[in-house]
């Protein structure tokens, strides 16, 4: 009888340990990018991916958080579906980010690699650095120098055309201004943007500046969707934002200047934006004074 008892005790305890959820392991999820193990024929993609966890990451800042996942990549996959696309002994040097950039710093053994291996490594770095918010490029050095046998130095994930399905058309570079948190002023903040298929280089950037800076002490100066810009197009080096007429309601003065001004600079910082006008409702609108190409370089930084 104590037997019986025993072994349904036992039974019990075994249903309710199959019956426990499973719990999640602790930290936020991210994604590391390696070199794919390629089959026979040669096919399939360039790259694969591993997930990774980050305890404690909402804590951490971004530079922070980049530095964990680079030490992650450049332990390996850890399994034998993957390779890393990294030299043996190279390690993480420094690690920084600003103006939506990460620039990494790997020992002199990366500096090895050259032609589709330099090309891979790049962009397991690159993809697997651009998934956090706020690093939309990244530039890789070893011991402190560039690599001269690369088309570019400033890399991004549109860059990585690595399927045949990609939507990107290809990367931009802009100045985007965002007001000092600490003076109001309008300051220059350089970053790549990705400019996908169907997407112009305008609506680009008024997608990034609604979503605001990447750190740097800055604050974002356009509201979120609800800023009412119609349309906005170039034609003859002049740049045409076509406004609400909502905008003009009077007790939105102040936050009007600002984030027009803030638009307005953004647009000149475009190659062959040379100037910006604004219409309101599809006509001409005089009563709104834009910067000139000339006003926008003298705040660069």
Request: net charge negative.
């Amino acid at each position: 009888m104590k037997r019986s008892i025993a072994l349904l005790a036992a039974a019990l305890l075994l249903l309710a340990a199959c019956a426990a959820p499973t719990e999640e392991p602790a930290g936020g999820a991210y994604e590391l990018y390696y070199a794919a193990r390629l089959n026979g024929s040669g096919g399939g993609d360039a790259l694969t991916v591993r997930e990774t966890r980050v305890a404690d990451d909402a804590s951490l800042s971004t530079e922070q958080l980049a530095e964990r996942l680079v030490t992650a990549l450049l332990q390996g996959p850890g399994d034998a579906f993957a390779l890393s696309p990294f030299p043996g002994g190279t390690t993480l040097q420094k690690l920084t980010v600003a103006g939506g950039r990460a620039t990494v710093d790997l020992s002199a053994q990366y500096a090895r690699l050259s032609n589709v291996d330099l090309s891979i490594a790049d962009y397991c770095l690159t993809l697997t650095l651009t998934q956090l918010d706020g690093v939309y490029a990244v530039r890789v050095t070893a011991n402190g120098r560039e690599l001269p046998y690369r088309k570019t130095q400033l890399l991004t994930a549109a860059d990585a055309l690595l399927s045949t399905d990609e939507d990107v058309i290809r990367p931009i570079n802009v100045s985007l201004y965002f007001p000092d948190a600490e003076t109001g002023e309008l300051r220059a903040q350089a970053q790549t943007l990705a400019l996908y298929e169907g997407q112009s280089r305008f609506s680009a950037v008024l997608d990034a500046l609604k979503r605001g800076p990447a750190g740097d002490n800055t604050l974002r100066a356009l509201p979120d969707a609800a800023f009412p810009v119609l349309s906005g197009r170039t034609e003859d080096g002049i740049c045409y934002v076509n406004l609400d007429g909502r905008l003009l309601r009077p007790e939105d003065e102040r936050l009007r200047e600002l984030a027009l001004d803030s638009l307005a600079r953004s647009l000149l910082s475009l190659d062959g934006v040379d100037e910006v006008q604004f219409l309101v409702d599809g006509e001409a609108a005089p009563q709104i004074a834009a910067p000139t190409l000339a006003d926008a370089e003298g705040t660069e930084t």
